[in-house]
């Protein structure tokens, strides 16, 4: 159905920005530090496993991709309620936090593509 996909992505988001303010006060940034990031990455992790496991139907698929069509308006207008002046006057924390997990997201491309590469058994 389509509500699971728009639940499954709701969980995801919940424990993204949850993810997110523990990172911020562990940084002793006051913000949610990359809270829709987790989210999404945990959205494709999940996507990808219940696909593998058979469990994931064309309707809850269309939950999904209904929200995927509308990330880019919501980071815009989760970013604009940043506080980018607390964030600037951080300055090494600041560059850490969003540097960091782009680094991660680099050096785990090659591990995700491998993972989730469909298997050619001939």
Partial sequence: MVIYGVALLAFCY?????????LGSWLGVE??????????????VVNSWLEKQGKLDSLTQSGIQ???????????????TQNVKL??????????????????????????TKAFKPSTNQ
């Fill in 87 to 112: 964030a600037v006057s951080s300055g090494a924390v600041a560059v850490l936090a969003g540097a960091l997990p782009v680094l991660l997201c680099y050096l785990t491309i090659p591990y995700l």
């Fill in 14 to 22: 919940l424990v993204g920005q949850i993810f997110g303010e523990y």
């Fill in 66 to 80: 209904f929200w995927n069509q509308m990330y880019i308006p919501i980071i815009v207008a989760m970013a604009s």
């Fill in 31 to 44: 913000a949610n530090v990359g809270g829709v990031g987790f989210a999404m990455l945990l959205l494709i």
